[in-house]
C-alpha cells in the first residue's frame, strides 16, 4: 500500500458541514460521514489533529448577533465549537477511534483545558485531539485556530475542509469556465484577491510556512486520499 505523505496533519472542519441539510445544529447523517472519512485518514497511520467551527450554532458576527456586545457574542461562539467538539468526539469513539477534547477556555467539568505538552502527548499516542473553544480570544476565528494549533503541533499541513473542492480561477458556480489550481502560491493567492483562509490565519501559515490544503469534505474519500497524495483540493504553499 501507498504511504501517506505526511506523518501528523490538522483538520480545520467547519461548523456548517455538521448541518448537512438542515439549517441549523448537528445532523448525524453528515457527522457520521465525516467520522467516516476521518476514520480513514487515521487507519493510515496519521496523526490526526482537529479544530472545528461552531457556525452551525453561532457565530459572533451573525445576524442574531446584532446589538450585541462584540465580545460577549464571540464568546457563545467558541462555547458552540465546544458543543460540536463533544459530538465530533463522540461519533470518533463510536467509530472505534480514541479522541480527546481539549478546551481553550477553562470548562474542566465538560472537558479539558488545552495544554500543548499533553496535546502533543496524545497524538504521539494515536489518539485524535479535536482543538475546541478556538483560540480562546475573542475577535478571532477557527481558522486561526487552526493555523495556530497546526503550528504549535509541528503538523505538516493544514486541510481545510469546504463545500467546494479547492480554489477556482473564478467561482465555478457562476462561471463554467473556471478552473480548479492544483497548487497556489501564498504569493498568488494575495495577488489574486483568493481568499483561502480568513487574513490572520493565511499570514500564520505563510509566515510559519505551513502549507494549507483546500479540500471539499463533501467528496467522500478525499481526504485519504489527499494523504496518499492523489490529486485532490488546492494546495497553497510558500
Ligand atoms: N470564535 C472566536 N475566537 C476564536 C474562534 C472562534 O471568537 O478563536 C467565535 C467567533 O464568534 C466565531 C465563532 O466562534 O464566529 C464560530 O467560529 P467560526 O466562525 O470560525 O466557525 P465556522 O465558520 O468554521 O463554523
Do not use: W
Not at 496523526?47 to 465580545?71: H, L, Q, T
Not at 463522540?90 to 465538560?110: C, F, K, N, P, Y
Amino acid at each position: 500500500m501507498t504511504s501517506p505523505l505526511y506523518k501528523r496533519v490538522l483538520l480545520k472542519l467547519s461548523g456548517e458541514a455538521l448541518m448537512g441539510e438542515d439549517q441549523f445544529g448537528i445532523n448525524r447523517a453528515s457527522i457520521e460521514h465525516m467520522v467516516g472519512d476521518v476514520v480513514e485518514a487515521a487507519n493510515l497511520g496519521v496523526e490526526m489533529a482537529i479544530v472545528i467551527g461552531g457556525g452551525n450554532i453561532f457565530r459572533g458576527v451573525a445576524p442574531g448577533a446584532k446589538g450585541m456586545d462584540r465580545a460577549t457574542a464571540d464568546y457563545m461562539g467558541m462555547l458552540a465549537t465546544v458543543i460540536n467538539s463533544l459530538a465530533l468526539a463522540d461519533a470518533m469513539e463510536q467509530a472505534g477511534l480514541t479522541a480527546r477534547v481539549m478546551s481553550a477556555i477553562g470548562i474542566d467539568q465538560v472537558v479539558e483545558s488545552y495544554v500543548r505538552p499533553k496535546a502533543l502527548q496524545y497524538l504521539e499516542e494515536g489518539k485524535v485531539v479535536v482543538f475546541a473553544a478556538g483560540t480562546g480570544n475573542p475577535f478571532f476565528t477557527t481558522d486561526t485556530a487552526a493555523a495556530l494549533r497546526g503550528a504549535e503541533m509541528g503538523a505538516e499541513i493544514v486541510l481545510k475542509a469546504t463545500k467546494v473542492d479547492g480554489v477556482y480561477s473564478a467561482d465555478p458556480m457562476k462561471d463554467t469556465s473556471a478552473t480548479r489550481y492544483s497548487h497556489i502560491t501564498f504569493d498568488e493567492a494575495i495577488e489574486k484577491h483568493l481568499e483561502v483562509m480568513d487574513a490572520a490565519a493565511f499570514a500564520l501559515c505563510r509566515d510559519q510556512k505551513l502549507p494549507i490544503k483546500i479540500f471539499s469534505i463533501l467528496k467522500h474519500g478525499a481526504l485519504k486520499r489527499i494523504l496518499l497524495g492523489e490529486d485532490e483540493g488546492t494546495l497553497v504553499h510558500i
